[in-house]
């Protein structure tokens, strides 16, 4: 037998195609991960603001939201980790705007009486714990959180 009779012909395409000097090297643009870690006391006093303004919807309607969303667009660029928090704080704050939604319907049902005293009381006491969470330095995610903005 001769050399080219063993020759697989699948081999020398493979050769070709995964030629060294053929492949061109792309350059993916390179995302800088946001730290965990706040830079300084400013910025940790905005990650705290970002959750703590949410209580603003005890006072003023849509507050809770408002409040997050006004530190997000502000900070988000400036200070990536307090656009972190206050994103996280937002998404918190809509799911449950969407779920105290629901609640006022099922009030037809007597159910959402109940489920309406019980969201306030989570909603305070998430805030609370991400407020004590931030100011020691720790992330803090909030739980039954529908992540509406990414």
């Given at each position: 037998m001769s050399k080219d009779a063993n020759h697989d012909p699948f081999e020398q395409?493979?050769?070709?195609?995964?030629?060294?000097?053929?492949i061109e090297e792309v350059e993916e643009p390179v995302n800088e991960p946001v730290k965990s870690k706040p830079s300084g006391e400013e910025?940790?006093?905005?990650?705290?603001?970002?959750?703590?303004?949410?209580?603003?919807?005890y006072v003023i309607p849509f507050g809770s939201v408002l409040?997050?969303?006004?530190?997000?667009?502000?900070?988000?660029?400036?200070?990536?980790?307090?656009?972190?928090h206050a994103k996280e704080a937002l998404?918190?704050?809509l799911s449950i705007a969407l779920y105290m939604i629901v609640s006022v319907f099922l009030i037809l049902i007597i159910v959402g009486i109940f489920?309406?005293?019980?969201l306030a009381i989570f909603q305070l006491v998430a805030?609370?714990?991400a407020a004590v969470s931030v100011s020691g330095g720790k992330e803090y995610q909030y739980p039954m959180t529908i992540r509406f903005i990414k």
């Amino acid at each position: 037998m001769s050399k080219d009779a063993n020759h697989d012909p699948f081999e020398q395409m493979t050769d070709e195609v995964f030629d060294q000097e053929a492949i061109e090297e792309v350059e993916e643009p390179v995302n800088e991960p946001v730290k965990s870690k706040p830079s300084g006391e400013e910025e940790k006093q905005w990650m705290l603001f970002a959750h703590l303004s949410a209580l603003a919807g005890y006072v003023i309607p849509f507050g809770s939201v408002l409040g997050p969303l006004i530190i997000w667009l502000m900070k988000r660029d400036e200070m990536p980790l307090v656009g972190k928090h206050a994103k996280e704080a937002l998404n918190f704050q809509l799911s449950i705007a969407l779920y105290m939604i629901v609640s006022v319907f099922l009030i037809l049902i007597i159910v959402g009486i109940f489920l309406l005293i019980g969201l306030a009381i989570f909603q305070l006491v998430a805030i609370i714990m991400a407020a004590v969470s931030v100011s020691g330095g720790k992330e803090y995610q909030y739980p039954m959180t529908i992540r509406f903005i990414k």
